[in-house]
């Protein structure tokens, strides 16, 4: 049984910045790539970020290019989502999501296994 548990959200003001965590359990946790989406109210979940098995190549939305930042942890079977330069928009569930077809498929479909997930609200 695979389990994804997110904590580090909360409200922000526009400009903060949050660490959010997601805590996976099992031993093939460094033998996934990992992911982020987010879902505002009212609207369809979208990628945030993604991080291959060994932490070294990254990818991104355009929309949080050079204000977040995805690693990961593989002794700690941890991803983490520094989030910086906060803004309204970026308000939303953040949940973390594992074993996608491909780092490169932004498409929530693509991934196996996902966690509940962590409200971001930041004020403006």
């Known amino acids: 049984q695979v389990q994804l548990v997110e904590s580090g959200g909360g409200l922000v003001q526009a400009g903060g910045s949050l660490r959010l965590s997601c805590a996976a359990s099992?031993?093939?946790?460094?033998?996934?790539?990992m992911g982020w989406f987010r879902q505002a109210p009212g609207k369809e979940r979208e990628f945030v970020a993604a991080?291959?098995?060994?932490?070294?190549?990254?990818n991104y939305a355009d929309s949080v290019k050079g204000r977040f930042t995805i690693s990961r942890d593989n002794a700690k079977n941890t991803v983490y989502l520094q989030m910086n330069s906060l803004k309204p928009e970026d308000t939303a569930v953040y949940s973390c999501?594992?074993?996608?077809?491909?780092?490169?498929?932004?498409?929530?479909?693509?991934?196996?296994?996902w966690g509940q997930g962590t409200q971001v609200t930041v004020s403006s």
């Open positions: 991080i291959s098995r060994n932490g070294i190549v990254t």
């Open positions: 999501a594992a074993d996608p077809r491909s780092l490169y498929d932004p498409d929530p479909v693509s991934y196996n296994y």
């Open positions: 099992g031993r093939t946790f460094s033998m996934w790539h």
